[in-house]
């Protein structure tokens, strides 16, 4: 389970809630239509930027922020030469009772195609299809949250434009100004609040899941591949060691995936 983020939400609301309580006049920063006007103007504005199909791919995609498990790539890599060795010394059909061993359902999906005799090619592409639309439903989570991200303080400021132009109307209580203000300017605090502690630190971590997730994709695709080739278990483990170090966007990561595309 990925625990940074529920933790991260948690000390970034204790800090902030916890720093107005500890000032004066905290009653002030729960004001309901604010949170009316920023919540659901932002709700809205999503909905009309998306499709009922991507809003609840969207919404299934925040729910799995929360059980993301990250790709074990040294496992994968150490599980592909097993394999290979086991196909090399009895037959790919020997990879059958492997199978049940198997816990990545992707792995599993491709080895089952090598099993059944599926041509290379038929093999890659249903493999590649199948991660373009995993990773399509990742990519339209990435945008929902940076959208709602964009929108949140956009409707903060339209809460305190409205706020504003209601106190402006009422200029016969000089004392009344000041309390006016600290209301209109309310709305504003709670978008850039969710835009910048939720919507948007959520979007960067939506992102890094999908980039961690397509490199675990290529590693079994290409272990798959290699295992359906016949080639030796040692060159399999070389070639899929290269993906191991194209994590970072280090000189050495950078090498290797030139290294890898060449293999």
Avoid at 117 to 136: F, K, N
């Amino acid at each position: 389970m990925e625990k940074t983020t529920p933790i991260g939400l948690v000390a970034g609301f204790v800090l902030i809630f916890g720093t107005i309580m500890m000032g004066q006049g905290w009653t002030t920063f729960f004001d309901v239509p604010s949170m009316v006007m920023v919540i659901g103007g932002t709700t809205a504005a999503l909905m009309v930027s998306s499709s009922m199909v991507d809003l609840k791919t969207s919404l299934a995609g925040i729910k799995g922020l929360f059980g993301y498990q990250a790709p074990d790539l040294p496992h994968l890599v150490g599980q592909f030469g097993d394999l290979a060795r086991t196909a090399r010394r009895e037959g790919l059909l020997a990879l059958d009772r492997a199978l049940e061993d198997v816990e990545d359902e992707f792995m599993g999906f491709g080895l089952e195609m090598a099993v059944d005799g599926v041509d290379e090619e038929e093999i890659e592409d249903l493999m590649a299809g199948r991660v373009r639309t995993e990773l399509s439903d990742r990519r339209v989570t990435v945008k929902f949250l940076n959208n709602a991200g964009t929108f949140c303080p956009a409707f903060g400021m339209v809460g305190t434009l409205i706020g504003l132009i209601q106190m402006m109307q009422n200029l016969e209580d000089p004392a009344a100004i000041g309390a006016g203000m600290a209301v209109a300017m309310i709305t504003t605090f709670y978008g850039a609040f969710l835009s910048n502690l939720l919507f948007l630190p959520a979007a960067q971590k939506a992102k890094a899941q999908l980039e961690e997730v397509e490199l675990a994709r290529e590693v079994v695709q290409a272990g798959v591949l290699g295992i359906v080739r016949g080639e030796s278990p040692s060159m399999i483990e070389k070639r899929l060691g290269l993906y191991l170090k194209e994590g970072g966007a280090t000189e050495e990561g950078e090498e290797a995936a030139e290294l890898r595309k060449a293999a």
